[in-house]
Structures are given as structure tokens and as C-alpha cells.
T-cell receptor
């Protein structure tokens, strides 16, 4: 059964304290691993897509990496505005566009 | 370019009532989908469409109907609302070239 698990469920950091969020997955055939940011009361906002083990993508203080079994979202020197829930999703095989989401990691960055 | 829009933003229903959640996109995307988001469950796929006239079931389709008569619109119908359908509903459309899915702002539904 295809499955996505994110850890930790919640993370509290001090401003400037770097850390990583984990997304582990089991899927019969990966068609992309996606990271989204979700603010309270809003829809998910796209951050990154990764396709191959070893691939990395960066955007401001965020860097996403991918291995054959997991992905990490590294947050370097976070600021309070980085506080949000971060969602990981895997694309299922074929061209259906179907995604399986993890439960998310809620990040709080304190000044 | 409004992206993905959803209406209404909030809705309260009584058990047994029916309603339609509206979703529209102006990006000419063929693929559209509906998810529900519940605490601790993540987003779960309800129904999806790969083009006008074509729809299919996702992970949790029971109690919901969809149709796709145009590329732009993908309404979700609740035929007889139940308290278990209390949730936040998100519509998404997918850019086939980049695989990126764009989500709407959501509809928060409460069924009493």
C-alpha cells in the first residue's frame, strides 16, 4: 500500500535555529515528490518537485532533498514568517496526477 | 489570472441536505481534483478529472458526485450531507507540463 509519513508532527524552533523535516514514503512507482506550505485557513502553496534520488532544490531558506525512501526539507536560519504547516506528497504512477499526502509538520519559529 | 477559485468559503448544512461546492480555474488545465482535509489525516483525494467529460474516483468518493462539462469548472456535489462530511474541501488543478498542482483557498463545511 502506498504511504507517506512525515515527522515530526510539530516542531518549535528559535529564530536562526536550523533544522530538517522528514518525509518517508513507500510507493509502487514514484511520479514526483512534492513539498507544499500551508498557512492557517489557506490552501496549500507549491514549493518544490523532486523526481530522482540525489536531486536537490532550493528556495530562500528552504532546501529539499530526495533519496530512494525519503525526502528532507532543510530550513536554514528560519524566521518567524516561515511558521506554517509543511506538507509532503508523492505522485502515483501514470498520468492521473493523483497525489498521496502525509499528515504534515507544523513548524513554529519564535523570535 | 485568478488561478483556482472556490465558493463558498464557509457553509453549514443540516444532515440530509444537499449542496454543490464550486471550483473554477482559468489556467486551461485539463486535470482537476477534489481533496478533503481532516485533522491528523492529511489531504485525501475524493474525485478527479483528466479532462472535460472524464471523471474518476479517488480514495474517499462515497457520498460525493462530480461532473466535468467544461475545462474551467469542476463542481463537487453532496447528495445527502452527513456529519462525517464535516471537513475542509480543496480543489486543485494540475499543470501537465510541470506536474505542479495549484490549490484553491478551500471551503470549510460543517454538517450538523
Amino acid at each position: 500500500e502506498d504511504q507517506v509519513t512525515q515527522s515530526p508532527e510539530a516542531l518549535r524552533l528559535q529564530e536562526g535555529e536550523s533544522s530538517s523535516l522528514n518525509c518517508s514514503y513507500t510507493v509502487s512507482g514514484l511520479r514526483g515528490l512534492f513539498w507544499y506550505r500551508q498557512d492557517p485557513g489557506k490552501g496549500p502553496e507549491f514549493l518544490f518537485t523532486l523526481y530522482s534520488a540525489g536531486e536537490e532544490k532550493e528556495k530562500e531558506r528552504l532546501k529539499a532533498t530526495l533519496t530512494k525512501k525519503e525526502s528532507f526539507l532543510h530550513i536554514t536560519a528560519p524566521k518567524p514568517e516561515d511558521s506554517a504547516t509543511y506538507l509532503c506528497a508523492v505522485g502515483q504512477p501514470g498520468n492521473t496526477g493523483k497525489l498521496i499526502f502525509g499528515q504534515g509538520t507544523t513548524l513554529q519559529v519564535k523570535p | 489570472n485568478a488561478g483556482v477559485t472556490q465558493t463558498p468559503k464557509f457553509q453549514v448544512l443540516k444532515t440530509g441536505q444537499s449542496m454543490t461546492l464550486q471550483c473554477a480555474q482559468d489556467m486551461n488545465h485539463e486535470y482537476m481534483s477534489w481533496y478533503r482535509q481532516d485533522p491528523g489525516m492529511g489531504l485525501r483525494l475524493i474525485h478527479y478529472s483528466v479532462g472535460a467529460g472524464i471523471t474518476d474516483q479517488g480514495e474517499v468518493p462515497n457520498g460525493y458526485n462530480v461532473s466535468r462539462s467544461t475545462t474551467e469548472d469542476f463542481p463537487l456535489r453532496l447528495l445527502s450531507a452527513a456529519p462525517s462530511q464535516t471537513s475542509v474541501y480543496f480543489c486543485a488543478s494540475r499543470d501537465r507540463v510541470t506536474d505542479t498542482q495549484y490549490f484553491g483557498p478551500g471551503t470549510r463545511l460543517t454538517v450538523l
